[in-house]
T-cell receptor, first 115, second 117 residues
Framework: GAVVSQHPSRVICKSGTSVKIECRSL??????MFWYRQFPKQSLMLMAT?????????EQGVEKDKFLINHASLTLSTLTVTSAHPEDSSFYIC???????????FGSGTRLTVV | AQKITQTQPGMFVQEKEAVTLDCTYD???????LFWYKQPSSGEMIFLIY??????QNATEGRYSLNFQKARKSANLVISASQLGDSAMYFC??????????????FGDGTTLTVKP
């Protein structure tokens, strides 16, 4: 089945530093990947759509300069949280779709804590 | 207006019984897909079942079935013979722009299901 690998699973960083999260499709090519943010006990909020070889499409209200997305290959998308602050602490999760009539395959998520 | 509505924040069910999780949606797109995902406490999102807007029959996947009522715009998830491992948060989602893999999904607020022994 389709597998999406996401690293790291947990990260603690100091305020003001940057953190990179990787999302890799292991057994299929993902021209499009999606990045979500989730607060405890809440729904997934789409942050941006990552397109291979082109600029990401950000949702309204998401700071593109703070959440840098790069999709340099058909199997790898990265999300960099720049100059992280405690309010950026959250669960970040990526997803990709292998085929139309199938659900998205999600990465295992990254729990970011900014101290 | 919210595109996906899950009106049950929390549900309880006795082990081995069936449970229905409600989901209603709103779209003007004739082509869309409806999905259910399970999120255990570990955080991973697990795809459970899919229903296409043009599908004539309700989708089934093992103990999961989707009660699709297009005219009422509802896509309820039915879990039969509940197991303790079914305790998790369940999300209903809809994907419009269904002609490509680039169509983004909208998620409901989720329902926390607790299975009692």
């Amino acid at each position: 089945g389709a597998v999406v690998s996401q690293h790291p699973s947990r990260v603690i960083c100091k305020s003001g530093t940057s953190v990179k999260i990787e999302c890799r499709s292991l057994d299929f090519q993902a021209t499009t990947m999606f990045w979500y943010r989730q607060f405890p006990k809440q729904s997934l909020m789409l942050m941006a759509t990552s397109n291979e070889g082109s600029k990401a499409t950000y949702e309204q209200g998401v700071e593109k300069d703070k959440f840098l997305i790069n999709h340099a290959s058909l199997t790898l998308s990265t999300l960099t949280v720049t100059s992280a602050h405690p309010e950026d602490s959250s669960f970040y999760i990526c997803s990709a779709s292998r085929q139309l009539n199938y659900g998205y395959t999600f990465g295992s998520g990254t729990r970011l804590t900014v101290v | 207006a919210q595109k996906i509505t899950q009106t049950q924040p929390g549900m309880f069910v006795q082990e081995k019984e069936a449970v229905t999780l409600d989901c209603t949606y709103d779209t003007s797109d004739p082509s869309y897909g409806l999905f259910w995902y399970k999120q255990p406490s570990s955080g991973e999102m697990i795809f459970l079942i899919y229903q296409g807007s043009y599908d004539q029959q309700n989708a089934t996947e093992g103990r999961y079935s989707l009660n699709f009522q297009k005219a009422r715009k509802s896509a309820n998830l039915v879990i039969s013979a509940s197991q303790l491992g079914d305790s998790a948060m369940y999300f209903c989602a809809m994907r419009e722009d269904f002609n490509t893999n680039a169509g983004k999904s909208t998620f409901g607020d989720g329902t926390t299901l607790t299975v009692k022994p």
